[in-house]
């Protein structure tokens, strides 16, 4: 069965980095769009990036844009989300999706907490 299993999430101030990771299985990962969205305390659902089948092609929403990096590696079956001068706005949960086009998703994972604050 299809799984997506998020990683990498933890408390971090201001300012700070942190790597998300997000291990597929149960599909052919390099098969497919690829996502992260996020959720924020007040439940409202942000996507934030997409990565193509090859990972030669991305987009960002202008919230993150130029502080985050989404990246795969397909032999490892896993996506990659890199957050750099994280704002206190960033605390949320943040998932990633499977993208099978059309802008939907079709499957997500678990969610891992960020919590940026002071």
């Known amino acids: 069965q299809v799984q997506l299993v998020e990683s990498g999430g933890g408390f971090v101030q201001p300012g700070g980095s942190l790597r998300l990771s997000c291990a597929a299985s149960g599909f052919t990962f390099s098969g497919f769009f690829m996502s992260w969205v996020r959720q924020n305390p007040g439940g409202d659902l942000e996507w934030l990036s997409n990565?193509?089948?090859?990972?030669?092609?991305?987009d960002y929403a202008d919230s993150v844009k130029g502080r985050f990096t989404v990246s795969r590696d397909n032999a490892k079956n896993t996506l990659y989300l890199q957050m750099d001068n994280l704002k206190t706005e960033a605390t949320a949960r943040y998932y990633c999706?499977?993208?099978?086009?059309?802008?939907?998703?079709?499957?997500w994972g678990q969610g891992t907490q960020v919590t940026v604050s002071s």
């Open positions: 999706a499977r993208a099978p086009g059309g802008g939907s998703y079709d499957y």
């Open positions: 990565i193509n089948q090859g990972g030669g092609s991305t």
